[in-house]
């Protein structure tokens, strides 16, 4: 394996090479660095003298006067906005470009002769390029409609994005081309191919552009920068000449020009937009150039957003598919094989759960297979061997235990959750090198053997692409292994509980709807108590913890009417609905209005009452609001109230009711309660009672929420007749 | 704790009176004794929950079904709650069942058959 170790000497070559300070630049301008204010120039490029016919002497003597005026205007103000100055230089139009760098003024002299100019017509169109990137809803149609008019603009034969991933390989993600070339969309590329130090250049300087990549090098004379003795820094150039394993590189793609854009998504590097060339020298004039930078900003920020609405989408579709699933459970009769039919030959499967190309369903010892997966007799090996070793979720199973060799093609990823006894449930995914699809042959172009020994190109950025994810799938969300598993239990509470009483199996449902641990929300503090009913009578208690995209949390309580299996199947279609829509409404009051819908749709006759209280950890704010659920208690440094506000019917009484919400602040020591009416309604003296006795009760607790709860328990002594459910709230 | 539902006449109309805990243990025998009455000769029914002591959420729910009955099959349904029975009282305000449940605090409130049927015409 002697090709290895070259292409890793080439790369290494190029991680090394010092790309900021290059001590040169491209010949299709000049550069003049003075010092100020005087303006007097101290490094000049070998080309300037012949480009702009002098050589020495200040800035100003290269300029007509009219010109040097509007330079000293210039540097009095920002940089930025100056450029470029479009000047003469011999009766030509030369665009002047400046930017302050080493302690010098950098100028650059660009003739304008020779570039492409997009003109005034493309121009006039950009609030309609603008319109069509913001009014991308996904990142497909964002980067489609970055591609295509940066191609419209610039005319290059090919723009792609370009986007990273957490090692920093590359995936080409949207493509506008010449209709000839072969597409480049779904290709790879290692992160190597992109070094550390051109990412950090990247993230600061949004452009670079290479009109010839067959150029000679013009030298900076002197080379090293008079103030620091050390080489100009050129980072902030557009003439910087780049390496020459860059150079190679684009050789061996037969790429004659290319141009690239950064995006950056909050600070980080997130991709590029990639111009290619093939023709011949292509060079987009200065203030075309700055339009495609603008558009790369703006792309950069809208990413959040659409790549967090994508993400956010993942999670409804999951939640929702859950949902049914649950749903479908529930309505089926306990016995394995009703349960194994309603997962596996239904329209909604196990395999739609979540993104996945197989699955596997065991129930009482009976394997079924959907999609594509490892042979049946190797399924139950390789799942059996992986939960053994404790790794429900992997992305490289044959890589982790012996069961998996050879598997790598269909069952790289595994994501398996035990149902109980021997039987599971289980989805595959295949090494992600067999999700690549090529639209054509990516290897066409001419691969260089120099005789230095094999450096970078196409085919063996592919090639080391590869290396990086062979026997690997794409990971595994925490959303996805956290439906698996809820599906999972409820399969267990259904076929565990097939030879009990109905009583048992809800109760066993119901246990799958409470949380087992809370989960961690930084910056609060949680406590729950659940006391099923002594007379094993189920009731439809359940509470959640919905941390939500924007870093709020939403707390829920909630009590279906009625009691055993029925309540307990209704109350699991509700918490996963209310997830779905706490995930994707404005508000909790927009999120009873959709769980209301899905109560008249799905559930006609059913009624429900639900109280969210949606927390900012940060600030302390909470919203509030209550479909027919008894109040929240709030109980601060001013004694205990109950929120009377942001109240509205319970779920199911109207069709359309318009929740409303109200807002309070959780400040300091502030406790927030909510809870099901089995704590208060059957207090002897009644509800009212019920309701002023929890009040003094909490006025008068500890102020640690899991202290209060234990506290009021203890205080009130609800009847164990009906179940009882509270949650404590506070800050820390 | 004792229940039991009797068969009366409240403003004229048939009427079906409620005594002791309306919950999940006796929510369906209100439900049973009231359909003949909503689907049956009659166009018209009381449901009277003046001595009913305690509401939970089945008994909601069931009221909610009877209102249902009763707008399907044309029928007139009133639930009489005294505001001074606040342990059903409370129940239904809270859970905002008068929207979608008539629910009346008087007889007055019912008026009389005859009265409704000039209205009417």
Known sequence: ?732 | MLFDIARTTIAGRPALTVRGELDLATAPRLAAAAEPLLTGSSDQLVVDLGPTKFLDSSGARTLMALARQARESGAELHVLVPLGNRPVRLPIDLLDLGAAVPVVASTAEIGTAVARKDAGT
């Open chain 1, 1 to 732: 394996m002697t090709a290895p170790r070259a292409d890793e000497d080439a790369l290494l070559r190029c991680a090394e090479e010092p790309i900021a300070i290059p001590g040169a630049i491209q010949p299709h301008g000049a550069l003049l660095a003075v010092t100020e204010p005087d303006l007097a120039v101290v490094v000049a490029s070998a080309d300037a003298a012949t480009l702009l016919g002098r050589s020495g002497g200040t800035l100003l003597d290269y300029l007509t006067d009219d010109d040097a005026d509007r330079l000293r205007a210039a540097l009095a103000g920002d940089l930025a906005e100056a450029n470029p100055l479009r000047v003469q230089v011999d009766g030509a139009d030369v665009d002047l470009v400046l930017h302050r760098a080493d302690g010098l003024l950098i100028s650059e002299w660009e003739p304008v002769a020779g570039a492409e100019e997009a003109g005034a017509a493309w121009h006039r169109r950009l609030p309609s390029v603008l319109q069509r990137l913001s009014a991308s809803a996904t990142l497909d149609e964002l980067t489609e409609v970055l591609a295509r008019d940066v191609r419209t603009l610039t005319g290059f034969d090919r723009v792609m994005v370009y986007r990273f991933d957490e090692a920093w390989n590359g995936e080409v993600i949207a493509e506008d081309r010449r209709e000839d070339l072969e597409p480049f969309l779904g290709l790879r590329y290692p992160a190597s191919d992109i070094p550390a130090q051109a990412r950090a250049l990247y993230t600061t300087n949004w452009m670079r552009i290479i009109p010839d990549a067959g150029y000679q090098r013009v030298p900076l004379d002197p080379p090293a920068n008079p103030l620091t003795g050390r080489p100009l820094d050129l980072s902030g150039s557009m003439l910087r000449s780049v390496s020459p394993v860059h150079l190679e590189y684009l050789a061996n793609m037969g790429v004659v020009s290319s141009m690239s854009v950064s995006l950056i998504d909050r600070g980080k590097l997130w991709g590029l937009i990639s111009c290619h060339h093939y023709a011949g020298p292509h060079r987009p004039s200065y203030p075309d150039r700055v339009a495609a930078e603008f558009l790369g900003r703006t792309a950069s920020l809208l990413l959040p957003t659409v790549v967090g609405a994508g993400e956010t989408d993942g999670l409804v579709e999951v939640a929702r598919r859950t949902a049914e699933l649950t749903a479908a459970v529930g309505r089926t009769p306990r016995t394995p094989r009703a349960l194994a039919t309603a997962l596996t030959e239904q329209d909604l499967t196990v395999l739609d759960l979540l993104p996945a190309t197989g699955a596997a369903v065991r129930l009482d010892g009976q394997l079924r297979l959907l999609g594509t997966t490892p042979p049946a007799e190797r399924v139950v090996l390789l799942v059996r061997a992986l939960l053994d070793a404790g790794a429900g979720a992997t992305d490289s199973a044959s890589r982790l235990v012996p069961e998996g060799e050879g598997l790598a093609h269909t069952a790289s990823g595994v994501l398996a959750v035990p149902v109980a006894g021997e039987d599971f449930l289980a989805w595959f995914r295949p090494e992600t090198l067999r999700e690549v699809t090529w639209g054509g042959n990516p290897y066409q172009s001419k691969t260089a053997q120099t005789d230095d020994g094999p450096r970078l190109s196409p085919r063996r950025s592919f090639a080391a692409w590869s290396e990086t994810v062979r026997e690997t799938s794409r990971p595994w969300r925490e959303h996805e292994i956290a439906a698996a598993q809820a599906l999972a239990g409820h399969l267990a509470a259904a076929t565990l509980a097939r030879a009990e009483e109905d009583n048992r199996l809800a109760g066993a449902l119901q246990r799958t709807l409470l949380l087992e641990e809370l989960p961690k929300v930084p910056g609060v503090a949680l406590a729950a108590r659940y006391r099923p009913s002594e007379d094993d009578v189920v009731g439809g208690d359940w509470y959640d913890l919905v941390p939500l995209p924007s870093g709020r949390v939403s707390i829920v309580l909630g009590d279906v009417a009625g009691h055993g299996l029925a309540a307990a199947a209704v109350t699991a279609q509700l918490r996963h609905a209310l997830r779905a829509n706490l995930l994707r409404a404005d508000g909790p009051a927009a999120a009873l209005d959709g769980l209301n819908e899905v109560i008249g749709a799905l559930l006609p006759g059913e009624m429900a009452t639900v109280v969210i209280a949606e927390l900012d950890p940060e600030t302390g704010g909470v919203v509030v609001a209550s479909a027919g659920h008894l109040p929240v208690l709030h109980a601060g440094s001013g004694g205990a109230e109950y929120v009377m506000e942001g109240r509205g019917p319970a779920l199911g009484v109207l069709d359309a009711p318009s929740y409303t919400e109200t807002r309070l602040a959780l400040a300091g020591d502030d406790r927030l309660l909510l809870f099901s009416d089995g704590l208060v309604e059957r207090s002897v003296a009644g509800l009212a009672a019920g309701l002023d006795a929890l009040r003094q009760a909490v006025d008068a607790g500890p102020a640690d929420p899991q202290q209060l709860l234990d506290s009021v328990l203890g205080e009130l002594n609800p009847p164990s007749t009906d179940d009882v459910t509270v949650l404590g709230v506070a800050r820390t």
